[in-house]
């Protein structure tokens, strides 16, 4: 039986760059805050299980704990194609859709050097 080592894929980029994820295929720049807004309802709510206002500081409300707020992290990542670190990784930007939407504004802002649709 053959075993062939496997080798790691050559990173492109040095480790202290952070690239943005690519745009995932539900998702895409030209979405307004309301297709984002309604986007991370439908996520949470999949996820929690009951219906969640878009002003619910979802922590306050439990419906949110520490080990999902990283899943969240990463679902806004992959799902909006932003990059989330350093200062916008703050429980604020994250306590309720209404802030996250934002943030997701912001960020993709940010990327391409104009303003949300």
Do not use: C, W
Request: proline share 8%; hydrophobic share 40%; net charge negative.
């Amino acid at each position: 039986m053959r075993t062939d080592p496997v080798q790691a894929p050559t990173p492109t980029t040095p480790p202290t760059e952070r690239d943005p994820i690519a745009v995932s295929a539900t998702s895409s720049p030209q979405q307004n805050t309301t297709e984002i807004e309604t986007g991370l309802l439908a996520f949470l709510e999949s996820r929690v299980k009951v219906p969640v206002d878009p002003e619910t500081d979802l922590f306050a409300s439990g419906a949110v704990t520490s080990l999902f707020s990283l899943e969240l992290v990463v679902h806004v990542e992959t799902a909006y194609g932003v990059a989330v670190g350093g200062a916008d990784l703050t429980l604020d930007n994250f306590r309720t859709v209404r802030a996250m939407t934002a943030l997701v504004g912001r960020l993709r802002a940010d990327t391409m050097g104009g303003t949300d649709a």
